[in-house]
């Protein structure tokens, strides 16, 4: 038996990124609201890392003001008298903001089950009625049929329910306001809301059409819903009216209530700014504090971090301990620096590239063709970090606020300077401009592209029609 001895030798190339590199990474992701509060959280953990102090220039030590020595003769703050505290000792021109209680809204299961609770349901009906209603979706319609409803009561709640209980309940929820609720779909939506209006010749040929040539209606075919229903053109505008003026969304109003939308709004990363001799400024409003090292935490040389064998289990422990904190903090204020001076570049140089949009004009049609590596090229970062960079990320300007993946738009074609924004641009005022009695289909736009020097295909007219939102030719006919 022979044996023999292979030595084989592979060579494998591999990357890994360290902890601190996995941390700015995902620090790059963070938007400005995320930064602070990390900050935030990194203060309230790490006692090496403080505030920075700023020197104000008064050496006397001494920094408060008169109102401030004035209330610390008091012994506690309920000892304040109320008149100290809500004076009033500004300028006239000052801006004093009044605290404002907001009252919550009121969502949808509040309003249903407070219009219940006027009716002769007893208590067991109405807890049938606050699950069926938690079935409802934020448009207000059921997501789940009366089979299912009847078995999850049964086995998650314990409620046995009589042969068309739960039918009868949903049937009394569909009866409230606002109409259209409980409904199953669109056509059962606006069903709903049908027959809660007053009879007319318009009403009734508005119900027939939904009850009975809703697919006809939905595909725009007027000339095959004229001959199905044997009316005339004008009426079938006049039913088409009715039908439009109807809710398809009738808890849509519930979804969003008036402190989310007080609440809710856009904190920019960036500020541009330009003057009259056209420079123009970018900067980061960012409400973070400076950060340094604690004095003490500094104070600590590096022969402090490598104790001897001579230094006691205690000692060792909290000089590696002063030693670690330290050097996290240290850690942590180098990825805030290279997190600025990264989104700064960035910014900077998507403000170089566009910058006809930032002078003021606000017309999208005037973005250059920009992608990820034009921005690579003139920063030296690699796609990845603009991309990480980017995302989330929003700049006010002298037209409003944009993400800045607003800014990134190809070329529409190999050789064509025109970006994708500016064919948006064009098709849109097209369509906008187009008889809505003869809508333009996708190669009649397409010509009228080719005519005006864009070379471009259909499939890209359908794909940036999509984009813009706007439907076939045939689904935007209107009477």
């Known amino acids: 038996m022979k044996e023999s001895l292979r030595l084989s030798l592979d060579q494998k190339l591999q990357q890994r990124l360290s902890p601190l590199q996995m941390r700015y990474a995902r620090m790059l992701e963070m938007t400005e609201p995320e930064v602070e509060e990390e900050v935030r959280r990194e203060l309230d953990d790490n006692p090496a890392l403080v505030e920075a102090e700023h020197d104000s220039g008064d050496d006397t030590g001494f920094n408060e003001t008169s109102e401030e020595m004035q209330l610390a003769d008091y012994r506690d703050e309920d000892d304040i008298p109320a008149y100290r505290l809500e004076s009033r000792n500004r300028s006239v021109n000052d801006t004093y903001y009044e605290p404002v209680a907001v009252a919550a809204g009121e969502s949808l299961m509040d309003n249903l089950m407070s219009q219940l609770s006027e009716t002769d349901m007893d208590d067991r009906q109405l807890s049938i009625a606050r699950y069926i209603i938690g079935n409802l979706d934020d448009n207000g319609y059921m997501t789940r049929s009366i089979p299912e409803i009847e078995d999850d009561l049964a086995f998650g709640a314990g409620i046995d329910v009589a042969p068309g209980e739960v039918k009868g309940i949903l ?7 606002p109409a259209g609720v409980g409904a199953y779909d669109l056509r059962d939506c606006l069903a709903l809301q049908l027959r809660r209006l007053p009879q007319s010749m318009d009403v009734d040929n508005a119900r027939a059409i939904v009850d009975h040539y809703f697919d006809l209606f939905s595909l725009r075919h007027f000339d095959r819903l004229e001959s199905a229903m044997k009316i005339s053109r004008e009426d079938l505008r006049r039913a088409e009216d009715v039908i439009r003026s109807l809710n398809p969304k009738p808890a849509g109003r519930f979804s969003d209530s008036d402190v989310d939308d007080r609440t809710r709004h856009i904190i920019p990363d960036f500020v541009v700014e330009a003057d009259d001799d056209g420079n123009l400024t970018v900067s980061m409003p ?5 950060l340094a090292i604690e004095r003490s935490f500094a104070a600590a040389d590096d022969s402090m971090s490598k104790p001897d064998r001579d230094t006691s289990q205690r000692r060792r422990d909290a ?12 850690d942590f204020i180098e990825l805030l620096r290279m997190r600025r001076v990264t989104l700064m570049r960035i910014m900077e140089a998507i403000v170089k590239y566009q910058k006809k949009f930032f002078m003021g004009d606000d017309d999208e049609s005037s973005l250059r063709p920009m992608i990820l590596k034009d921005i690579a090229a003139m920063t030296g970062y690699d796609l990845s970090v603009i991309s990480r960079a980017t995302a989330g990320k929003y700049v006010a300007t002298q037209s409003g606020i944009y993400p800045l993946k607003f800014f990134f738009n190809e070329k529409v074609g190999g050789e064509d300077a025109s970006s994708s924004r500016e064919l948006a641009a064009m098709i849109k005022r097209m369509i906008d401009s187009e ?15 080719n005519e005006a020097g864009y070379d471009i295909a259909r499939r890209t007219v359908a794909k940036y029609r999509e984009k813009l939102g706007y439907p076939v030719a045939r689904l935007r006919k209107k009477l």
């Open 286 to 290: 960012g409400s973070h504090p400076d």
């Open 435 to 449: 008889d809505t009695a003869a809508p333009l289909s996708d190669d009649a736009i397409t010509s009228g592209l």
């Open 319 to 330: 000089m590696l301990f002063i030693s670690r904190k330290r050097d996290d903090a240290a």
């Open 171 to 177: 049937d009394t929820i569909r009866s409230l306001d």
